[in-house]
């Protein structure tokens, strides 16, 4: 599989199925490892475009925490 980054989209290329079950595979075996810098309730979303617009955001992805309703 090729990957084909650009700085310019959050995702490097559309995915399908078949894509998202080897990227998932690969995470379960730890093939794959993604640093989860920050985890932030959706209720705190405009604090943290905040910190992004000041170059405050910590190194790795920051996941948005959906409450169930």
Do not use: C, F, Y
């Amino acid at each position: 599989m090729q990957w084909r980054w650009s700085p310019a989209r959050a995702w490097p290329q559309p995915i399908d199925a078949d894509q998202l079950a080897d990227l998932a595979a690969r995470v379960n075996t730890g093939e794959l490892r993604v640093e989860v810098a920050q985890r932030v309730p959706l209720a705190e979303l405009p604090a943290l475009h905040a910190d992004a617009a000041a170059g405050a955001l910590p190194s790795g992805k920051v996941v948005i925490v959906v409450a169930d309703a």
